[in-house]
């Protein structure tokens, strides 16, 4: 079955730094587009970073560019979100999803708690 299982969240200072990981099992990890979204208390969940399938192309939302990175390493089924720079306003739920080319994002993990303190 489709797996996506997020690990790397975690309680940090602001300032700080993470690295979310994300493994994925189940299915053909290099045809997919990867992304990261969160989600915070009382929010809609957000798209945060998208990486193409080849890795070369990136895409991050306006909150988070210039401090998040997103990498994937596909002999390893494995994307990447590295966090610096942490504000208390990246506190959510850190979720990796997957799309193919031609459909929106439909294989979604478990989620990881990040939450950055002040």
């Known amino acids: 079955q489709v797996q996506l299982v997020e690990s790397g969240g975690g309680l940090v200072q602001a300032g700080g730094s993470l690295r979310l990981s994300c493994i994925a099992s189940?299915?053909?990890?290099?045809?997919?587009?990867m992304g990261w979204f969160r989600q915070a208390p009382g929010k809609e969940r957000e798209f945060v970073a998208d990486i193409s399938r080849s890795g070369t192309n990136t895409a991050y939302a306006d909150s988070v560019k210039g401090r998040f990175t997103i990498s994937r390493d596909g002999a390893r089924n494995t994307v990447y979100l590295q966090m610096s720079s942490l504000k208390a306003e990246d506190t959510a739920v850190y979720y990796c999803?997957?799309?193919?080319?031609?459909?929106?994002?439909?294989?979604w993990g478990q989620g990881t708690q990040v939450t950055v303190s002040s």
């Open positions: 999803a997957a799309k193919s080319g031609f459909s929106g994002y439909d294989k």
């Open positions: 189940g299915f053909t990890f290099g045809i997919y587009v």
